[in-house]
């Protein structure tokens, strides 16, 4: 297998779809959970709690927007929002329900990012996937979101490990070896 190939048009990919490709690169490649901060979580998790059911594109319009009516994602300023504030942007009642929960979680119990951020990969996934609105695939986002590695379960790096009849583990970690980027990197 040829994973140099792979990853060498992984990055033509990258450079052609984000003009600061650099410093996207550099980001993945140099967060860990330890950097993360309870807003970090909340803002990973509204994210995800948002495009359940929908595509990012229809989310990135009003995600400014979502943020700001959510306190800029502070755990305590999002659970006081009213919800009416927030439904103006984003008119899902059990969305924004869930993640105003989560909010208050995260205010009455502040170092929830800290805990996390000592759990290895599979044990932060699983946690993750006690959260409303956060199954079996998206936990995988937001665990790569917030610096673990991990793999995501759906999108174009399974269907391409599918097309070499390979497992998206073996793909990304091979890629890895081969390359010396962390896993979250490469997928």
């Known amino acids: 297998m040829n994973y140099l190939a792979i990853w060498d048009h992984a990055l033509d990919h990258l450079k052609q779809a984000d003009p600061a490709w650099e410093?996207?690169?550099?980001?993945w490649q140099d967060e860990r959970p330890a950097s993360k901060s309870d807003r970090d979580l909340m803002e990973e998790y509204g994210w995800v709690v948002a495009c359940c059911g929908m595509t990012a594109k229809a989310i990135l319009p009003r995600?400014?927007?979502l943020g700001a009516a959510l306190g800029h994602w502070?755990?305590?300023?999002?659970?006081?929002?009213p919800i009416?504030?927030?439904?103006?942007?984003?008119?899902?009642?059990?969305?924004?329900?869930a993640i105003q929960?989560?909010?208050?979680?995260?205010?009455?119990?502040?170092?929830?990012m800290a805990r996390l951020a000592a759990l290895a990969p599979k044990q932060a996934l699983a946690w993750f996937g006690t959260l409303p609105w956060v199954g079996p695939n998206n936990r995988h986002h937001l665990a790569r979101n917030l610096g673990w590695d991990t793999i995501v379960t759906n999108g174009p790096v399974p269907r391409l490990a599918a097309m070499l009849e390979?497992?998206?583990?073996?793909?990304?970690?091979?890629?890895?070896?081969?390359?010396?980027?962390?896993?979250?990197?490469?997928?």
Do not use: H, Y
């Open 101 to 112: 929960d989560f909010a208050r979680d995260l205010a009455q119990t502040p170092g929830q």
């Open 166 to 187: 390979m497992t998206s583990e073996d793909l990304c970690e091979g890629i890895a070896a081969e390359t010396g980027e962390r896993v979250r990197t490469v997928d």
């Open 23 to 27: 410093q996207t690169l550099s980001k």
């Open 74 to 81: 502070e755990p305590a300023k999002a659970a006081a929002t």
């Open 84 to 97: 009416q504030d927030v439904l103006a942007v984003l008119n899902n009642r059990r969305k924004i329900t």
């Open 63 to 65: 995600w400014e927007r």
